[in-house]
């Protein structure tokens, strides 16, 4: 069994940036695919950003291009998503993700989820 539990979200102004983590815990044989998907008000949960199990691979929603990044430290079994130059439109609870195999954009793919946290940005 895998836990993930998220933090780092709040309220930031249009413009600014947050930096969400994601503590791993629990017994896997290697690092897993992890994703960060997000769901705002009455919209379906989206995919956001993947990191394949060696940190070599991400991959980006076309909305966050350019402006998210996603990385992960092995040591500290921690997954990051930097979110810079933030939109109200990006306001939602963020979901850390973690998956043994499948499609790296598929929210069904996924196998073990976070509770979430909210990134709010006022427009």
């Known amino acids: 069994q895998v836990q993930l539990v998220e933090s780092g979200g709040g309220l930031v102004q249009a413009g600014g940036s947050l930096r969400l983590s994601c503590v791993t815990s629990?017994?896997?044989?290697?690092?897993?695919?992890m994703g960060w998907f997000r769901r705002a008000p009455g919209q379906e949960r989206e995919f956001v950003s993947s990191?394949?199990?060696?940190?070599?691979?991400?991959n980006y929603a076309d909305s966050v291009k350019g402006r998210f990044s996603i990385s992960r430290d092995h040591a500290k079994k921690t997954v990051y998503l930097q979110m810079n130059s933030l939109k109200p439109e990006d306001s939602a609870v963020y979901y850390c993700?973690?998956?043994?195999?499948?499609?790296?954009?598929?929210?069904?793919?996924?196998?073990?989820w976070g509770p979430g946290t909210q990134v709010t940005v006022p427009s």
């Open positions: 993700a973690a998956r043994v195999r499948g499609r790296w954009h598929v929210v069904d793919d996924y196998d073990y």
């Open positions: 990191i394949d199990g060696n940190g070599g691979i991400t």
């Open positions: 629990g017994r896997t044989l290697s690092p897993l695919a």
